[in-house]
């Protein structure tokens, strides 16, 4: 309940998420007045008032592959990873992996276009073993393990198959296509005999 501290900083900032244990925030940093795409993602320590002058980068992606405008988040079932996604601005859109915790970060490219982005959302599963992105039309379009951080289309076979569709016996199909043959036959005959009748 105590009075608010301001915090005030050089430059264009929002908030992005904030450590399970309160003692760090993040913020996402625009850095290009004229492209509000440009971004990177900063620390702030809440105890010392101080932001750490080092941006939070995946070690495996170019700063300016970090770009585009969010969409859509889901956050862990352990509130240790935040997962925002991005239209990557006409390029190539990815996943931002924010781990609060560690203060480390994963971008995650995506097989789909960036119109599939737009009322998109994102789910992790129970175990936080998956991160699921579906369509505005509710259409599962990629699957992320988080384990891999690897992005991979859904198997579209697996969907349109019925589960419970088993062969029949070859004994059954011969049965089914004598009985048939037989009802086809009488209904024939009935209307024949209708036929004669009138």
């Not at 990177?40 to 070690?59: H, K, N, T, Y």
């Not at 009935?190 to 036929?195: D, G, L, T």
Request: aromatic share 6%; glycine share 8%.
């Amino acid at each position: 309940m105590r009075d608010p501290q301001p915090i005030r900083l050089d430059g264009d900032f929002s908030f992005d998420a904030l450590s399970p244990d309160g003692e760090t925030m993040y913020l996402i940093e625009y850095t290009d007045p004229r492209d509000p795409g440009a971004y990177q993602v900063r620390s702030f320590d809440l105890a010392a008032g101080e932001l750490d002058p080092q941006p939070i980068l995946d070690s495996e992606e170019s700063p300016d592959e970090m770009r585009g405008l969010p969409q859509t988040r889901a956050t862990s079932n352990d509130e240790r990873w935040e997962y925002t996604l991005y239209d990557g601005g006409g390029n190539h859109p990815f996943i931002h992996a924010l781990d609060v915790v560690e203060g480390t970060t994963v971008c995650i490219d995506l097989p789909i276009h960036p119109e599939d982005t737009y009322g998109a959302e994102l789910a992790t599963s129970e175990d936080d073993a998956s991160v699921e992105l579906t369509s505005r039309k509710d259409d599962l379009l990629t699957v992320v393990d988080t384990a891999t951080f690897e992005a991979s289309e859904p198997d579209a076979s697996a969907e349109t198959e019925p589960a419970s569709a088993e062969p029949a016996e070859p004994g059954m199909k011969v049965a089914g296509i004598a009985v048939g043959g037989l009802i086809i036959a009488a209904l024939g005959a009935v209307a024949f005999r209708r036929r004669r009748r009138e």
